[in-house]
């Protein structure tokens, strides 16, 4: 295979004795394609999944191009064009055992994540018994049928919704690992959307996910989840219409059977991420159903259990996706809040007032929105006061 050789798997203080023994290497060290793979002493070699060692001998990789007339001479050095990054990506990675102790595993029949607490397996290292615990609980199980093992699986379907900076967006497939780092699963379906993972952040029900982290340190992601990547977003920004609330002034009923609506619209290309409610006078917590409306599409709705209250008077909510909004688009943000949206059950709110004067409350980008009133608002909120005292947002 092209001059190049396969030893056996080594274990990594088995390959230092390995390069050790050769004569005569030089101590180069060079990366190759990312962090894949590393030439030193004239060896390449990649990690497998197992943290095994596959060493390649025979191969020099080419340090730089030759020129026909270079390689015609005799006395030319010993080395090979050739590409790198395509004879190694013909040779298959070592395989990961599904199940592996005190690692997680999903059940794609129940959409539960559980941990591997103990586990038996044959002479194929083929599970034979385990224990393992819900994650998050104390619940635990055993399996030791097959139909039971054939349950789990070590990937997940996952659906990435690529924003570019220009307003569009488009959605691709991807099945990683649970195990493997975004900035790895990821950078194919970026490439084939023609750009570079590199540019983007990564968000998952409105907070940041680092590049460097994998699906089974993501709270909440199951099979099917969408995962958004937004192109050049930098700090996220707030937008206050309201002056401080006065308590004794503030005071709204909510039922959830009407909504509180407003619209906020931009003069500048912003991204959209989130928004604000004001926080239960006496309660802890309330329900909310919300949807936002950008240019007459509804680009987000659910329902969530508020709580949490920031600064006393708030409950900040950061929507799962952002959303380009240009210049002079209109933002319809709606809300329902009720101490329990079933039965209609009343909780009472702080409320903001003198809207009226929005364009005078200090705000890092003063005059970036206009705030108009929204035909679906029933329950009184308006441009002078109620509901939605705040909406974050990017810049571009």
Not at 143 to 172: H, P
Not at 243 to 263: F, K, L, Q, T, Y
Request: charged fraction near 30%; hydrophobic fraction near 30%.
């Amino acid at each position: 295979m092209l001059g190049c050789q396969k030893n056996k798997m080594m274990k990594k203080s088995e390959m230092e004795d390995y390069e050790d023994s050769i004569l005569g290497m030089s101590d180069v060290e060079k990366t190759i394609n990312r962090n894949k793979y590393m030439r030193k002493k004239d060896l390449i070699w990649r990690t497998t999944l197992d943290e095994d060692i596959i060493p390649f001998t025979n191969l020099k990789p080419s340090l730089k191009e030759l020129t026909q007339e270079e390689m015609k001479k005799n006395d030319a050095p010993d080395q090979f064009n050739f590409s790198e990054a395509s004879l190694f990506r013909s040779f298959k990675a070592g395989s990961h055992p599904l199940f592996n102790k005190d690692k997680l595993i999903y059940n794609f029949k129940t959409n539960k994540w559980f941990k591997v607490l103990d586990l038996k397996t044959d002479n194929e290292y083929n599970p034979t018994w385990a224990s393992l615990a819900i994650r998050d609980e104390s619940e635990t199980i055993e399996i030791s049928d097959s139909e039971d093992f054939s349950q789990f699986k070590s990937t997940l379907k996952v659906f990435i919704n690529i924003n570019f900076q220009e307003g569009e967006s488009t959605v691709v497939e991807v099945h990683p690992k649970i195990y493997e780092k975004f900035e790895t699963a990821f950078e194919d379906a970026f490439q084939g959307a023609g750009v570079s993972i590199e540019s983007y952040k990564l968000f998952f029900k409105g907070k940041e996910v680092p590049k460097d982290d994998c699906i089974a340190k993501i709270d909440g992601i199951y099979d099917g989840s969408t995962i958004l990547a937004s192109e050049g977003v930098g700090k996220s920004h707030k937008f206050s219409r309201f002056p401080p609330i006065n308590e004794m002034r503030s005071n709204w009923s909510n039922s959830g059977r009407s909504c509180d609506a407003v619209i906020f619209v931009p003069n500048q290309n912003i991204r959209v991420c989130g928004f604000s409610t004001y926080a239960a006078t006496t309660d802890s917590q309330y329900e909310m159903k919300y949807s936002v409306t950008i240019d007459g599409t509804i680009v987000e709705e659910g329902q969530v259990t508020a709580s949490g209250w920031e600064d006393k008077y708030f409950y900040r909510f950061k929507l799962e996706g952002v959303y380009p909004v240009k210049a002079g688009q209109k933002i319809d943000i709606g809300v329902w809040i009720a101490k329990n949206i079933s039965s209609s059950e009343y909780v009472s709110t702080y409320a903001g007032g003198q809207g009226m004067d929005y364009e005078k409350v200090e705000n890092e980008h003063m005059g970036l929105f206009k705030i108009e009133p929204s035909t679906q608002s029933r329950n009184g909120t308006s441009v002078y006061g109620g509901h939605l005292p705040e909406i974050f947002y990017y810049l571009g």
